[in-house]
C-alpha cells in the first residue's frame, strides 16, 4: 500500500529538548516536503527536498533541520523546541513538486 | 507566501444538498489541486485540474477552473454526513517546484 509514514503521532517535550520526528515513503518519490499546520494560519512548508542530498528551506524554516542522506526518508529535527514550535505536522511526498501529493498522518507536537 | 484562498471559511448543509467551495489564487499556475483533511488527520488527494482545462469530475466532485479570473470551484453533488471535513485548494507557482495551501473550507453535513 502507498503510504508516507510519521512517527511519532503524539509528543510532548520540553524546551530546549532535540527532538527528531521520522518520515518515510514507500513509493519512490522523489519530492518530499514538511508542513505545520495551524489554526488561521493553514499549511505552511517548513523545508523540501526535490531528491537525495538536495534541500532548501520553505517558508517557515527557522528553528527546523531536514536531512535527505535516503530517497525514502525525510526527517525533521528541531534542535532546540520552543513553545512556539507546538503545532501539527505533515510530511508529505510526490513525484514532483506540483504533482499529487501524499500526506502522513500527522504529529501533533506539545513544547512545554 | 499564500496563494490560494477559499471561500467561504465555513459552511453547514443539510445531507443530499450540493456543497460548493470557492478558492481564488493570485499567480499563473499549472495546475490546481484540492484536497479532503478530515478532523487532525493527514490531507487526502481529491482532484488535480491542469491550467489548460476548464472542468473535471470525478464521482461526486466537480471541479471548474477560470484561469482569466484566477479562481476555481469546487462542487460535491448529493452531500452525505463522511463528507464532513476541510477542504483544501492547492496551487503552484509556474516555475516554481512547490504546493502552496489556501486556509481552507470546513464542511459540515447535518444528517
Known amino acids: 500500500e502507498a503510504q508516507v509514514t510519521q512517527n511519532p503521532r503524539y509528543l510532548i517535550t520540553v524546551t530546549g529538548k532535540k527532538l527528531t520526528v521520522t518520515c518515510s515513503q514507500n513509493?519512490?518519490?522523489?519530492?518530499m516536503s514538511w508542513y505545520r499546520q495551524d489554526p488561521g494560519l493553514g499549511l505552511r512548508q517548513i523545508y523540501y527536498?526535490?531528491?537525495?542530498?538536495?534541500?532548501d528551506k520553505g517558508d517557515v524554516p527557522e528553528g527546523y533541520k531536514v536531512s535527505r542522506k535516503e530517497k525514502r526518508n525525510f526527517p525533521l529535527i528541531l534542535e532546540s523546541p520552543s513553545p512556539n514550535q507546538t503545532s501539527l505536522y505533515f510530511c508529505a511526498s510526490s513525484q514532483k513538486g506540483n504533482t499529487e501529493a501524499f500526506f502522513g498522518q500527522g504529529t501533533r507536537l506539545t513544547v512545554v | 507566501s499564500q496563494q490560494g484562498e477559499e471561500d467561504p471559511q465555513a459552511l453547514s448543509i443539510q445531507e443530499g444538498e450540493n456543497a460548493t467551495m470557492n478558492c481564488s489564487y493570485k499567480?499563473?499556475?499549472?495546475?490546481l489541486q484540492w484536497y479532503r483533511q478530515n478532523s487532525g488527520r493527514g490531507l487526502v488527494h481529491l482532484i488535480l485540474i491542469r491550467s489548460n482545462e476548464r472542468e473535471k469530475h470525478s464521482g461526486r466532485l466537480r471541479v471548474t477552473l477560470d484561469t482569466s479570473k484566477k479562481s476555481s470551484s469546487l462542487l460535491i453533488t448529493a452531500s452525505r454526513a463522511a463528507d464532513t471535513a476541510s477542504y483544501f485548494c492547492a496551487t503552484d507557482d509556474q516555475g516554481a517546484q512547490k504546493l502552496v495551501f489556501g486556509q481552507g473550507t470546513r464542511l459540515t453535513i447535518n444528517p
Open positions: 527536498s526535490m531528491n537525495v542530498e538536495v534541500t
Open positions: 513509493m519512490n518519490h522523489e519530492y
Open positions: 499567480t499563473s499556475i499549472n495546475n
